[in-house]
């Protein structure tokens, strides 16, 4: 009974590490999203398409936002199990 109890724990602690593993991911996707828009902001800014380049910097920040989302969460996980 008490091998199956580990098991269920492990299974449990590594789905959870799986868990977190897909938010940094994510989080890592969003930012390198947001980099792409900052470049090409920068490339319109320079040609003076001012309106693309806002808009591709107001997509960064979107970005921005959406990676700090997922690590927030991430975040709320971990204190849980934050030791006092």
Do not use: N, Y
Not at 8 to 27: K, N, S
Not at 65 to 83: I, Y
């Amino acid at each position: 009974m008490t091998d199956d109890l580990e098991e269920t724990d492990e299974g449990a602690v590594q789905q959870e590490r799986e868990a977190a593993a897909r938010l940094f991911e994510e989080a890592a996707v969003e930012l390198e999203r947001a980099s792409a828009h900052c470049h090409r902001a920068a490339e319109h800014f320079r040609t003076a398409e001012v309106p693309r380049g806002t808009a591709h910097a107001w997509a960064a920040l979107g970005h921005i936002r959406e990676a700090e989302f997922r690590l927030d969460e991430q975040a709320r996980t971990h204190r849980l199990k934050a030791s006092t």
